[in-house]
């Protein structure tokens, strides 16, 4: 019975002795420190990555540029407030952390000696330690609630630039090209609802709205187990901007919540409506949608757009110059030409 708690003994000094050198780390606040490196590392590459998006064209967010600079002149005022306050705390964590190593050196002499004599000092030095982890966790909480709220800002900023940077990516991928003076405006992974369902990228500009499969399919199985794909990648539907009638959004799921974004088109589209499962919450994107047909995504324009010549401004028809026929298609915004439905002649607009 003697040997069991004199082991029981032993492992509680080691258990100790691992929770101390786990302190002298965080007293040291590196986790702290790393992100205030990051910070200030990602706030320098946001102003390039801007810089990138713009010479690929990307026309819109015009507060981008003040935001990537206000963020810049709030952190030079943050960080040095910052670091002076890890620094001082650090400081006097030292005393402490110096406090409970000389506890545990002496509780760690004296069980070599006598294990019995150890035994009274193994709850005096646990409290020291305890005490010290209180402190060093509510520094570290301290230190956290001083630039949690502005990381957070600056990862959205991040994120936000490197969204657009991706759809870049992505439409130098495409089966498809855009138009002269169309700008893309945004894009995303989605799964289109249709049947069967596919999955591939929904990618709004300021002319239309498209979705492009793009996904790998199972050619081959042995024993239900796949062993051959191959990369589908085709435009499944082209719709103007102008024929969506209705966006409208929900969620699907009370454990893994799904993002439904559900449109209605004009009968002159060739589709007539569309559900998609998106990553993101869908109220972004109706709420984008509603600003293109509105035209306010304009104020947003950061590059000027370019002027189309006089000379090649036309009057919307009225009839078909080939047979007469009066248009009943609506013409709506995004529509690059109008097909006759009595004789089929196509108009370009």
Not at 44 to 64: M, N, Q, V
Not at 284 to 310: D, Q, T
Request: proline share 4%; with cysteine.
């Amino acid at each position: 019975m003697a040997s069991e708690w004199v082991e029981q003994l032993e492992s509680d000094i080691s258990s100790l002795d691992w929770r101390l050198s786990e302190l002298r780390r965080e007293a040291l606040f590196t986790e702290v420190n790393d992100a205030i490196e990051e910070i200030s590392s990602q706030l320098a590459k946001l102003p390039l990555s801007i810089e990138e998006i713009r010479s690929r064209g990307y026309a819109f967010k015009s507060y981008l540029e003040r935001k990537a600079e206000v963020l810049e002149e709030n952190w030079q005022e943050l960080c040095p407030r910052l670091q002076d306050e890890v620094d001082r705390r650090a400081r006097s964590l030292s005393f402490d952390v110096n406090e409970a190593e000389m506890e545990l050196n002496s509780l760690q002499m004296a069980f070599h000696r006598s294990p019995a004599s150890a035994r009274a000092k193994l709850e005096p030095c646990r409290m020291i330690i305890e005490r010290l982890e209180d402190r060093v966790r509510a520094d570290s909480y301290s230190l956290r609630s001083m630039f949690d709220t502005f990381q957070d800002q600056v990862k959205e900023a991040v994120k936000e630039v490197e969204e657009i940077a991706w759809m870049f990516e992505q439409l130098d991928e495409a089966c498809f090209k855009l138009r002269p003076q169309e700008a893309p405006i945004e894009a995303a992974e989605v799964v289109y609802l249709a049947e069967p369902k596919v999955k591939g990228i929904l990618y709004l500009t300021d002319q239309r709205l498209l979705f492009e499969r793009k996904e790998k399919v199972v050619t081959k199985k042995i024993l239900f187990i796949p062993t051959q794909k191959k990369r589908v990648q085709e435009l499944l539907f082209d719709v103007p901007i102008g024929a969506v009638k209705e966006c409208v959004g929900e969620e699907k799921g009370f454990i893994l919540r799904k993002e439904i974004l559900g449109m209605r088109f004009s009968s002159g589209a060739p589709v007539r409506e569309a559900l998609f499962q998106l990553k993101e919450d869908s109220s972004a994107w109706r709420a984008l949608i509603g600003r293109v047909l509105s035209g306010e995504i304009e104020r947003e324009r950061a590059l000027p757009k370019e002027e189309v010549p006089v000379e090649e401004v036309k009057e919307i028809p009225t009839r078909c110059p080939a047979c007469g026929a009066l248009f009943t298609q609506e013409i709506v915004r995004g529509m690059v030409s109008i097909t006759c439905e009595y004789c089929g002649n196509v108009i370009r607009l």
